[in-house]
């Protein structure tokens, strides 16, 4: 195939065919023939041709007989040879000519018209062809740079949310951290109280008493284990809050990660122009992915996406607030009923100290009676004793007044008087006796109470240790309000 020709988009070639005209020119050169006109044997110049080719078939002539005979040879053929005269009888008539021509210049006008009203709007085509391309680019363009703009307003608002997340992720740690330490903190305190319960298991006899302090105690510790059950709680409900919150970050950070690759792409399709490197052809790239969003899918993925994080930033704001509210009450409780427990101690060692000095009030004062109820019986051993000697004197009296003669045994007043004096020496005796049995079994019951007392005197001892020096010196390391709620 000849190439003749070619533009900026297709290549136009000659097909090789033995039928195609010779090129025209309006050249007057272009008309001068190259075949001899006096050739007499056709033959000659075109041996494969044999004489009978020449002959018409019918009246019109054909383009091939033009083309492989000229006018020349046939006319040479018949003028020369008289056996072929009978030819001039199939010749073209005059009119036949003109139509003939007439016919070629219709033809001819008819086909430059077809191809100038071809060319015309072919022309017209192109032009509004290349305005619609230009249209229809600068439309893209726009709509590029509007989804541009889309993204740019997306990413601002995932940008403007993750830094929200993230102050609310930092601020709910910190309050997660403060419930940390203040969970560690109540176990001193629930340490100490449980040591005073143990420490108040000492005390001895009447006093393992359940007193106000025992009861306030065992309530301290109800308390305490009560706030540290709320705290835990709370603490699981920070866990899986932050967790949350870091979900709803990952989920904004892919979003807006994605938004970046699609910035950067929309960004430089938009600086694409048709003199661009890099363009080329993709056959089959124009075809819809029915798996792709849309976009109203595409901004209710984001807009789904913030929604849910501010959703779960406002559950972690109330979740902060319900913990410093928490923080606050577990706080005052612990201190209130520390301070319960404090009042308690102090009013029960009042007591105590009050019990012990009167104890050792009358622990003197027994141990003052004690002091005289034996010298009582000393003084009565004594004064019996000393009737001893007077009963011996009146007992000896008599029986020698036994030994008088005869009528001299007279029961006289002197002999009345001796019997009346042994009977009364006697009772007193007996009555001393009495009365000293008497101060022995006071001295008994007076030295039994002494021991009562000094066995009770040692047990409030023992029970004022325990409360002010175990107790109370452990609860001076009760930790302050802020530790309670937090702060370090």
Same mark, same amino acid.
């Given at each position: 195939m000849e190439l003749i020709g070619s533009t900026l988009t297709a290549t136009y070639a000659r097909p090789k065919t033995s039928s195609f005209l010779p090129a025209i020119s309006t050249m007057a050169?272009?008309?001068k023939s190259h075949t001899p006109h006096f050739a007499l044997n056709p033959s000659a110049s075109q041996p494969w041709r044999t004489g009978g080719y020449y002959k !018409?078939?019918?009246?019109?002539?054909?383009?091939a007989s033009l083309q492989r005979a000229s006018p020349? $040879?046939?006319r040479a053929k018949t003028m020369f040879y008289p056996s072929n005269r009978t030819a001039l009888s199939?010749?073209?008539m005059p009119d036949d000519w003109h139509k003939s021509n007439q016919s070629n210049y219709w033809e001819s006008e008819s086909t430059r018209n077809s191809a100038e009203r071809l060319r015309r709007d072919t022309i017209r085509l192109i032009q509004d062809k290349e305005q619609l391309t230009r249209r229809t680019q600068e439309n893209t363009s726009k709509n590029i740079g509007e989804r541009i703009n889309d993204i740019s307003f997306w990413r601002s608002e995932l940008n403007h949310e993750i830094e929200n997340m993230v102050g609310e992720i930092n601020a709910l740690s910190e309050v997660k951290r403060r419930l940390e330490r203040a969970l560690a903190e109540t176990e001193g305190p629930l340490q100490v109280s449980q040591e005073c319960l143990y420490h108040r298991e000492k005390r001895m006899s009447i006093d393992l008493v359940h007193d106000d302090v025992e009861k306030d105690l065992i309530k301290e510790v109800e308390v305490i284990k009560s706030c540290q059950a709320r705290m835990r709680r709370h603490l699981d409900r920070a866990i899986a809050q932050l967790a949350s919150n870091r979900a709803a970050q990952h989920e904004l950070e892919k979003d807006i990660s994605d938004k970046v690759s699609a910035h950067r792409i929309d960004d430089r399709c938009h600086q694409l122009r048709n003199t661009s490197d890099g363009i080329s052809y993709y056959r089959g790239i124009e075809?819809?992915?029915p798996s792709v969003s849309l976009p109203e899918s595409w901004s209710r993925f984001t807009d789904t996406n913030i929604l849910h994080s501010q959703s779960e930033r406002a559950a972690s704001q109330k979740l902060r607030e319900e913990i410093e509210i928490l923080l606050n009450t577990t706080s005052n409780e612990m201190w209130n009923q520390f301070n319960a427990v404090n009042v308690a101690f102090t009013n029960r060692m009042?007591? !105590?100290?009050? %019990?012990?000095n009167n104890l050792q009030t009358h622990l003197a004062k027994t $141990?003052?009676?004690?002091f005289q109820t034996e010298m009582l019986i000393e003084a009565l051993k004594k004064a019996i004793r000393d009737k001893e000697n007077p009963l011996k004197v009146a007992q000896t009296r008599l029986e020698e007044r036994t030994r008088r003669p005869n009528v001299e045994l007279c029961r006289d007043n002197p002999h009345h008087r001796l019997i009346s004096e042994v009977r009364e020496i006697e009772d007193t005796i007996q009555k001393l006796r009495e009365?000293?049995?008497? %101060?022995?079994? %006071? $001295?008994?019951?007076?030295?039994?109470t002494k021991v009562t007392l000094e066995h009770d005197l040692s047990v409030k001892a023992n029970s004022l240790f325990l409360d002010q020096e175990k107790c109370m010196g452990m609860r001076r390391s009760f930790p302050s309000a802020p530790r309670l709620v937090g702060y370090t």
């Open positions: 050169s272009s008309y !018409t078939a019918s009246v019109v002539p054909t383009l020349d $040879l046939v199939t010749r073209y075809r819809l992915d009042s007591e !105590t100290a009050d %019990a012990k $141990l003052q009676e004690i009365r000293l049995l008497e %101060a022995e079994s %006071a $001295l008994q019951t007076l030295v039994k």
